[in-house]
C-alpha cells in the first residue's frame, strides 16, 4: 500500500468514525468530521498533510499525490 491508499483509508476511517459518534453520543463530534474535510481540501492545494508525514515516518512508500 502506497502513502496515497494509506491517507484516504485514513480519512475515510476517522469520518466514518465521527459520523457515528455524532450519531450515538453527541452531534459535537461532527466538528472532528469538518476537520478532517478542512485538511484534505488544504492539503488538495498546498500538498502538505500532517497525517502523510507520520505515515511517512513509519516508512510508508510515497505515492504521486504527497512527495516527501
Known sequence: MNL???IFAFAGVM???SVLLSA?????WL????FIGANLLQSAFSG???AAWI???FGVKSGC???K
Not at 24 to 28: A, C, E, P
Not at 31 to 34: D, E, I, N, P, S
Open 4 to 6: 496515497d491508499r494509506a
Open 65 to 67: 499525490a504527497f512527495q
Open 48 to 50: 502538505f498533510c500532517p
Open 24 to 28: 450515538f453520543v453527541s452531534i459535537y
Open 15 to 17: 469520518i466514518l468514525i
Open 31 to 34: 466538528w472532528f468530521t469538518a
Open 55 to 57: 505515515f511517512g515516518k
